[in-house]
């Protein structure tokens, strides 16, 4: 059974950082690829980045420059650091592994606001 078990969320002021982290009950080269969604109140599910097994990297428009995907081989674990936070990026944020199906965490509330 695939587990996807984040960590990290919290309120945050406007141009404060984060860090989730996603650990995978697997080894993270079971999956095609790795990485985080978000939704807010009232949008669509955004993708906000991926990370390819090969290594490549995939940022949504909204979050280039900001956030950083990156991972940890030996602990089955994907982060993602996310700095100059702004109110918009408010949403609850979701790990995401493709392998033979997506499978996804429970989410964790990121809130950005002063």
């Known amino acids: 059974q695939v587990q996807l078990v984040e960590s990290g969320g919290g309120l945050v002021q406007p141009g404060g950082s984060l860090r989730l982290s996603c650990a995978a009950s697997?080894?993270?080269?079971?999956?095609?690829?790795m990485g985080w969604y978000r939704q807010a109140p009232g949008k669509q599910h955004e993708l906000v980045a991926l990370?390819?097994?090969?290594?490549?990297?995939n940022y949504g428009d909204s979050v280039k420059g900001r956030f950083t995907i990156s991972r940890d081989n030996a602990k089955n674990t994907v982060y993602l650091q996310m700095n100059s936070l702004k109110p918009e990026d408010t949403a609850v944020y979701y790990c995401?592994?493709?392998?033979?199906?997506?499978?996804w965490g429970q989410g964790t509330q990121v809130t950005v606001s002063s």
């Open positions: 995401n592994a493709l392998r033979d199906v997506d499978y």
């Open positions: 697997l080894s993270i080269f079971s999956f095609s690829r």
């Open positions: 990370i390819f097994s090969g290594g490549a990297k």
